[in-house]
């Protein structure tokens, strides 16, 4: 496969997939474009740093965002590998910096891959009253059973937001575990955080999601959608601490299970500072026969019914 | 029978042990609103269930006919299909689902921009709802609303309302009448559920009620008036259980 069919394939999917049509290869946007080890493209646009380097099974990446730098459009991170089998690990500490304005959309594109490991290692910090939005969206394959290592420590400065969005909806989730921390030091900082998955045969999906309110004020939302069908697993560990004064939190966590699946969820609530609060709900169990009978009454299958609520759940 | 749209012909239900459906016989004539009138816990509900055919609500003896043919064994999505539904008293809240999708559903997929303003203004609301998600920031009463447009999207043979106007805020009953008439004037039949005499005095025939059985079947007008004279609110039935255990529980 040529270089240009590489990045012609990667493109269309994550165009398909996200919905964002004509970003990826215009002027006016920044992205990057990475096949296994290789940077295919990059368009770099004044206010936005990104220092590249190809290692031996992937890339290691410096983005910085300089201060007050609003970017109107979403940087695009495409990184995939066309390929059934191998490796690809991508390091990356990315600053936002103060007052800066920034949306990522990183496609993780494997949709060949059966005997594969894809793991993300990285920083964020997020300067004084910036807004930063990361959303990871993976496209695999039908079949095989790949590795995903997403681990990621966030912090926030004073007046900072972060909102992070895992999805794996499409293909086989393979073997997931996803390892958040995320410290909101800085007063007044916002978070959120959800995660969305689709596991299927004998996927595992493992979600640990941790949020540290010590900045005083600070607030959390971390948010997990989970639907388990055939005889996948999957366990979930959302922790939010509130440890400091006027610190708010909250875990909102459903699991929904079918056929021969398993799920575990712990949401795990910690409070160190008097005036803090942090709540949480978690629902893990089959879909309600209310809401199947209630399409069903509209003129749907139960196949169908059930697809539109895990679609609505998902999305 | 022949004339009927729906019939229930002696249609008992037995659920957890207790009987709710006690040879049950009712029609609904073609382009008709026919009123069910009864207490809390009469069995309204679960008749409106039966009729759909819900996982728990089938039939331990009698039949169901719809259109002349037999649907007592058939799937909820079998019965939607040949022409009827149910507006559930309590909608769901569907999360991730826009008040533009929910109404392509229930139009099977064929529904235009213009046709779902016109649910929206059938129901008093303006089409800024069709972007609205189901599970958030809509009032009990506006999902009530958006339940009875998706009716409307249907335009099913006969629709099965239950309890329609309780949580519809703002709705004078006339307004609601007219909303039910305007089904019934658009083709369809209609099978009002309610506790309120006056919601059903606005039918064109009643029944009323009790036990899991009907007591009575006339004119909307005289089974407003039986009702009125004649019918007490039930005791609570989860009290009397509770009375009962203890009853027992003192006894040993």
Known sequence: MQVSEEYKTLVEIAEKTSGVFGTLGEADAVYVVVHANRILDKNILPGVDIQAEETESGINATINVLEGVVLEKPVHLCFGHLGDSGSQVINSNIFIGKGARAEFLAHCIFPNAVEFLHA????????????????????????????????????LEDGASYFGDFTLVEGRVGNLDIDIDVEARGESSRVEVTSKIYGKYDDFCQ???????????????????VVLKDSSSGRFLGLVDGAASGARGHIDCTEIVQGRAKAEASPVVTVSHPEAEVTHEAAIGRLADDKIEGLMAKGLGEDEAVDVIV????? | ?????????????????????????????????????GRNGAGKSSLAYTVMGLQGYRPESGRIYFKGKDITDWSITERAKSGLTLAWQHPARYEGIAVREYLRISSGGKADEETMKEALDFVQLDTSYLDRMLDKNLSGGERKRIELSSVYMMKPDLAILDEPDSGVDLLALGDITRLFRKIVDDGSSVMIITHREDVAARCDRSYLMCHGRIVLE?????????????????????????????KINASI
């Open chain 1, 311 to 315: 679609s609505g759940l998902l999305s």
């Open chain 1, 120 to 155: 993300m290692e990285g920083t964020i910090h997020i300067g004084e009253n910036a807004s930063f939005s990361y959303k990871e969206v993976h496209v695999h394959g039908p079949e095989g059973k790949i590795e995903v290592r997403p681990v990621s420590k966030v912090t």
């Open chain 2, 218 to 246: 006339g004119s909307a007008e005289a089974v407003k008036r039986y009702f009125l004279s004649q019918c007490r609110p039930c005791p609570d039935p989860d009290a009397e259980e509770f009375a009962a255990e203890e």
């Open chain 2, 1 to 37: 029978m022949k004339e009927s749209l729906l019939y229930l012909d002696e249609v008992s239900v037995t659920r957890g042990g207790a009987q709710i459906l006690d040879k049950v016989t009712i029609q609904v004539k073609p382009k008709e609103m026919t009123g069910v009138l």
């Open chain 1, 207 to 225: 979600v640990r999601d941790v949020v540290r309110l010590t900045g005083k004020n600070s607030s959390a939302l971390v948010k997990a959608r």
